[in-house]
């Protein structure tokens, strides 16, 4: 899922449209959850914690026509922009860069102001990993990033490209040759940032699993029938399955919005 676009809302919904999110479980409420009550639903730990935010349909596609946006709504989207607001750090795949044209890491007036009355920085910070480095420095989410991005990769990265995007992000070295998971939260948790959320993609989400770092996951259920050959959320090597706990449903129209952290 893209980057809000520069100027734009951070929950990534027209201003003046009226979205509805409302709790199914564990407390049913009828009523809608304000910024505050959302907010909540969407902690952050005391602990370092990646969470991992995807949308699929019903029947599992987790794209339509290759991009996530057309499973997307309102309520999502406000979702969307709660977790970017309480992370210190989004982690996204350069593939899904690429694919899905995220620009600069942006949030609105009610979002910076909510960071800085919990002490955190104004924007979170941008983290791109990418094993070959083949991204465009020129792309807005360096060209226009608030705060200077973070580029993870491995020893064997090209080091021209390393050179080039080293003008507009750090780029990181985390595992030798190849990238390595464990390696990259590790550098950034030397950075402060421990409050980590990733958007993407599936083969990262599937590295992430396979190393058992991911502590929760975020999924919403688009109530569509998508068909196709679309891919799952997750695309790595196999593991063990990992079972998780459900924490809470939101309901937004049709759409659902679940959270699952790891199980106790």
């Given at each position: 899922?893209?980057?809000?676009?520069?100027?734009?809302?951070?929950?990534?919904?027209?201003?003046?449209?009226?979205?509805?999110?409302?709790?199914?479980?564990?407390?049913?409420?009828?009523?809608?959850?304000?910024?505050?009550?959302?907010?909540?639903?969407?902690?952050?730990?005391?602990?370092?914690?990646?969470?991992?935010?995807?949308?699929?349909?019903?029947?599992?596609?987790?794209?339509?026509?290759?991009?996530?946006?057309?499973?997307?709504?309102?309520?999502?989207?406000?979702?969307?922009?709660?977790?970017?607001?309480?992370?210190?750090?989004?982690?996204?795949?350069?593939?899904?860069?690429?694919?899905?044209?995220?620009?600069?890491?942006?949030?609105?007036?009610?979002?910076?102001?909510?960071?800085?009355?919990?002490?955190?920085?104004?924007?979170?910070?941008?983290?791109?990993?990418?094993?070959?480095?083949?991204?465009?420095?020129?792309?807005?989410?360096?060209?226009?990033?608030?705060?200077?991005?973070?580029?993870?990769?491995?020893?064997?990265?090209?080091?021209?490209?390393?050179?080039?995007?080293?003008?507009?992000?750090?780029?990181?070295?985390?595992?030798?040759?190849?990238?390595?998971?464990?390696?990259?939260?590790?550098a950034l948790h030397g950075r402060g940032l421990t409050q980590l959320l990733c958007e993407?993609?599936?083969?990262?989400?599937?590295?992430?699993?396979?190393?058992?770092?991911?502590?929760?996951?975020?999924?919403?259920?688009?109530?569509?029938?998508?068909?196709?050959?679309?891919?799952?959320?997750?695309?790595?090597?196999?593991?063990?399955?990992?079972?998780?706990?459900?924490?809470?449903?939101?309901?937004?129209?049709?759409?659902?919005?679940?959270?699952?952290?790891?199980?106790?």
């Amino acid at each position: 899922m893209p980057a809000s676009a520069s100027g734009a809302p951070a929950t990534g919904h027209r201003a003046r449209l009226a979205v509805t999110v409302q709790e199914v479980w564990p407390r049913p409420d009828d009523r809608s959850l304000d910024a505050e009550a959302l907010v909540s639903r969407y902690p952050r730990s005391d602990a370092p914690i990646l969470r991992v935010n995807f949308v699929s349909s019903i029947d599992g596609a987790v794209t339509i026509d290759g991009v996530s946006g057309g499973l997307s709504g309102p309520g999502d989207k406000l979702v969307f922009g709660v977790l970017r607001t309480v992370c210190d750090a989004l982690v996204v795949a350069a593939g899904t860069v690429r694919t899905e044209g995220y620009d600069g890491l942006r949030l609105g007036p009610r979002g910076r102001a909510w960071r800085r009355s919990h002490g955190l920085s104004e924007f979170p910070v941008m983290v791109v990993v990418s094993g070959s480095l083949d991204l465009d420095p020129a792309q807005l989410v360096f060209a226009d990033a608030p705060v200077r991005p973070i580029v993870l990769t491995g020893a064997a990265a090209p080091a021209g490209r390393r050179a080039a995007l080293a003008a507009v992000a750090d780029v990181v070295t985390a595992g030798a040759p190849e990238f390595d998971p464990a390696a990259g939260l590790a550098a950034l948790h030397g950075r402060g940032l421990t409050q980590l959320l990733c958007e993407g993609g599936p083969r990262l989400l599937g590295a992430l699993t396979a190393a058992d770092l991911v502590d929760e996951l975020c999924l919403t259920v688009s109530p569509l029938l998508a068909g196709g050959d679309a891919g799952r959320i997750a695309n790595g090597p196999p593991t063990a399955p990992r079972e998780m706990s459900l924490r809470h449903i939101l309901r937004s129209d049709d759409m659902l919005c679940l959270r699952y952290a790891r199980k106790i």
